[in-house]
């Protein structure tokens, strides 16, 4: 008989984990929260609009190609990618655009325009880049820690230093470049982590090698189609999914025994299903904070730092506007002042930021003829009660802030006027529809005390059957990082369970020959 297996939520964390654990023998139940597959990674289709609703940007290939490898599959069978070049352009407030690319002649002579020395400093940051971006995914985000000695081992304390993990990403920017524009040019991608470069280790320079070195791809059908070739290679492999199935509560086993078990997870509409193996991959400190019965951890999740949110337009426009690009970011006028906001004030900048995602420009099919489907993303701070938010206020504010800009630099000025219909996501959407602790749309923050062994680990502590895959257990967020999020959780369930299997199978035999 199979082993059984409940997974807890169906984002594309849940999705991998319960694909690999059936891959390998288990018998895997999915219950997700919502009518589909996918959680944050998911889509709207309205009027022939096809909106992503989180990611937009596919990146890190070959953590993708890996898992569908793991699964028994290739990724080339299932995804049509699209490399994207310029990868995208960023506009300034004083009009100032640079399209970053791979093309190495144009990004020379683009940068410098901006500063004499900037491309040399290009060249060594993004050389850099590739030094942390090759030693993280070996020696720590592509392995688990079981303890803290093997994290603060003697061979890993250098790496540390190597990886500038304890330098912060803006000020190691500037031994790079000195126009601060530049520097902002290459450290705002730490939004995609929901981070801010002022707080955020200089490790992340690794983001840039990968969009420039790895490539920014785009899925035909739009991000949501690797959901759906994950999904359905995890249904092939025997993974049942169960929709509209929000969990209440994980049990306890009643034991007598020091060894304490989950033994069911109990759902809104009163339903029970039992397993002898979970796994989490709800937001974990929701998971903590509301399914379990432990308030002390629960507690030390919520005075943890968290990711920033955003506020979302999804735009079904009735014209097009090919001048606005697949890739498209706007920064605001005071940069640290505007990433202050978000993360010590959780308001929206005075003067925000925001970018904006064109997927016909690449994908028909997103669009009906002649009309254009818009994606808005303007980073917010998350919920908070030490601040006063009016969301409703905010939201328009940040609406304004678009069609200004995207009037006066991008000649679009009747969008307005043109939109047949808005869907608005924000902070409060984020918690109420995904669970989502503080509606932060990242979930843990990733500084050096929450990253590597020191974030929460991907198996509870007491529980010794429930585990964790997802943006808040290690390694941390984004979608290939949660792909090995899942492939780190299925290699320790599995790792453990042949310890088990090792360890009663010596017992029996000093048993059965006494």
């Known amino acids: 008989m199979k082993p059984t297996a409940i997974v807890i939520g169906a984002g594309i964390g849940g999705i991998a984990t319960a694909a690999r654990l059936a891959k390998n023998g288990y018998d895997v139940t999915a219950l997700e929260k919502n009518e589909t597959p996918g959680g944050r990674c998911n889509q709207i289709v309205r009027d022939g609009h096809r909106f992503d609703v989180g990611p937009t940007l596919f990146l890190m290939p070959e953590v993708w190609e890996e898992t569908f490898a793991a699964l028994g599959e290739k990724m080339s069978d299932h995804l049509d990618l699209r490399r994207i070049d310029p990868t995208y352009k960023v506009h300034f407030e004083d009009g100032l655009q640079l399209s970053l690319t791979s093309n190495i002649g144009e990004m020379q002579t683009q940068l410098e325009k901006v500063e004499k020395t900037a491309f040399t400093g290009f ?10 971006y090759k030693l993280s995914l070996e020696k720590f985000v592509g392995r688990n820690f079981f303890n803290i000695f093997e994290y603060f081992s003697l061979a890993n304390l250098p790496l540390i230093f190597q990886l500038k993990a304890l330098e912060k990403h803006h000020r190691n920017a500037s031994r790079f470049f000195k126009d601060e524009r530049l520097k902002a040019a290459f450290t705002f991608q730490n939004m995609y982590l929901g981070l801010s470069p002022y707080d955020a280790p200089a490790t992340y320079s690794l983001l840039q090698y990968t969009e420039l070195a790895e490539g920014v ?14 999904t359905k290679i995890a249904e092939k492999l025997g993974v049942k ?19 304490q078990r989950i033994r ?22 929701y998971i903590y904070d509301q399914l379990l019965p432990d308030r002390a951890e629960a507690e030390k999740l919520q005075n943890k730092l968290y990711t920033c949110s955003t506020i979302m337009f999804y735009w079904g426009v009735d014209k097009e506007y090919p001048q606005i690009r697949p890739h498209n970011v706007f920064l605001g006028g005071d940069y640290k002042a505007s990433f202050d906001q978000i993360f010590k004030d959780h308001t929206l900048p ?3 930021s925001f970018y904006v995602h064109a997927p016909k420009r690449i994908d028909p099919a997103a669009a009906p003829e002649g009309q254009d489907t818009l994606y808005v993303l303007v980073p917010v701070g998350h919920l908070s009660a030490r601040t006063k938010q009016d969301w409703d ?8 802030t678009v069609f200004a800009r995207l009037a006066k630099e991008m000649g679009a000025e009747d969008l307005r006027e043109h939109i047949k219909f808005e ?3 924000q902070p409060k959407t984020w918690k109420e529809r995904f669970n989502l602790v503080n509606g932060a749309a990242f979930g843990l923050s990733h ?11 991907n198996r509870h502590k007491k529980y010794k059957n429930l585990y964790f895959a997802g943006a808040s257990t290690h390694p941390g967020t984004g979608l290939p990082i949660v792909l090995l999020s899942a492939r780190l959780a299925a290699e320790r369930i599995l790792k453990e369970a042949a310890s088990r299997q090792v360890e009663n199978y010596g017992w029996e035999k000093v048993t059965a020959g006494g």
Not at 264 to 285: H, I, K, M, Y
Not at 393 to 400: K, P, Q, S
Request: glycine residues 8%; charged residues 20%.
């Open 123 to 132: 060249l060594n940051y993004i050389a850099e880049g590739s030094k942390h």
């Open 217 to 230: 791809w785009y899925p035909m059908g739009g991000m949501y189609a690797g959901i759906q070739a994950l």
């Open 241 to 259: 999914f169960i929709y509209n199935a929000a969990v209440k509560s994980l049990n306890e086993e009643r034991s007598t025994s020091n060894v």
């Open 264 to 285: 069911s997870v109990t759902l809104e509409d009163g339903r029970e299903f039992s397993a002898e193996l979970f796994v989490g991959n709800a937001d974990l400190p």
């Open 350 to 352: 005075e003067v925000p």
């Open 393 to 400: 206020a905010l939201v328009a504010r940040a609406r304004e």
């Open 423 to 425: 869907i608005n996501y």
């Open 447 to 457: 500084n050096f005390w929450q990253v590597g062994f020191l974030r929460p680990q």
